[in-house]
Every structure is written in structure tokens, then in C-alpha cells.
């Protein structure tokens, strides 16, 4: 059974930069790639970005895109999310969850991991 673990959240002001982590633990699959997906208060939880396993596709949501790199390590089992240039808007929980992946590049869910804050400040 999949299980996934988050960190590296933290609070920032506009214009700083983070960078999470996600740790596969247990077996992982080839099929499938690794996402992040964000949730603000109040708001639906959206896509971020995903990572195939072998790292020849990745995607991103427009918010995001030139600002957020996702890569990742497969000899760590870990999955990272570059953030740069973080705004306000930015500011939500981060998930990271697994699962096959089509070609849209968002994950089928079957495992999430539980999340990490990130808060950016003005």
C-alpha cells in the first residue's frame, strides 16, 4: 500500500521561494505518476502539477506554470515541488497524491498523502 509524506511547507513573503517534498513509502508503480494538488479555505481542492515516473512528461496548471518546477528522485522515492515567485494567491494546504496516469497528466487518485501549509504573506 502506497503512503505518501509531505513537508517542507512554511510561510513566506511575496516573492519567496519553497520547495516540498513528497516520500513515497512502500512499493511504487511505474504506471503511475505523482501530483500536487492545493486547497485554500473555503475553495475546492485543484491540480498543481504531475511528474510521470520516469520524468519525461510533466504538467502544469496555468497559475502555476513558469513559476512551479515538479521533479523528481526515484532512487529517494521523492517527488518535489520548486516554487518560485510565490504570491499571496499561492497561499493553501499542499497534497501530494499518486496514481495512474492518463494522458491529461492528472493522476487517477489512489493515494494522498495528508499535507503540508504553505502561507504567503504581502
Known amino acids: 500500500q502506497v503512503q505518501l509524506v509531505e513537508s517542507g511547507g512554511g510561510s513566506v513573503q511575496t516573492g519567496g521561494s519553497l520547495r516540498l517534498s513528497c516520500v513515497h513509502l512502500?512499493?511504487?508503480?511505474?504506471?503511475?505518476?505523482t501530483g500536487w494538488w492545493r486547497q485554500a479555505p473555503g475553495k475546492d481542492r485543484d491540480w498543481v502539477a504531475s511528474?510521470?515516473?520516469?520524468?519525461?512528461?510533466?504538467h502544469y496548471a496555468d497559475p502555476v506554470k513558469e513559476r512551479f518546477t515538479i521533479s523528481r528522485d526515484n532512487n529517494e522515492k521523492t517527488v518535489y515541488l520548486q516554487m518560485d515567485s510565490l504570491e499571496p494567491e499561492d497561499t493553501a494546504m499542499y497534497y501530494c497524491?499518486?496514481?495512474?496516469?492518463?494522458?491529461?497528466?492528472?493522476?487517477?487518485?489512489?493515494?494522498w498523502g495528508q499535507g503540508t501549509q504553505v502561507t504567503v504573506s504581502s
Open positions: 512502500g512499493p511504487t508503480d511505474s504506471r503511475y505518476c
Open positions: 497524491a499518486t496514481g495512474v496516469c492518463p494522458l491529461s497528466g492528472v493522476p487517477d487518485v489512489v493515494a
Open positions: 511528474i510521470a515516473h520516469n520524468s519525461r512528461r510533466t
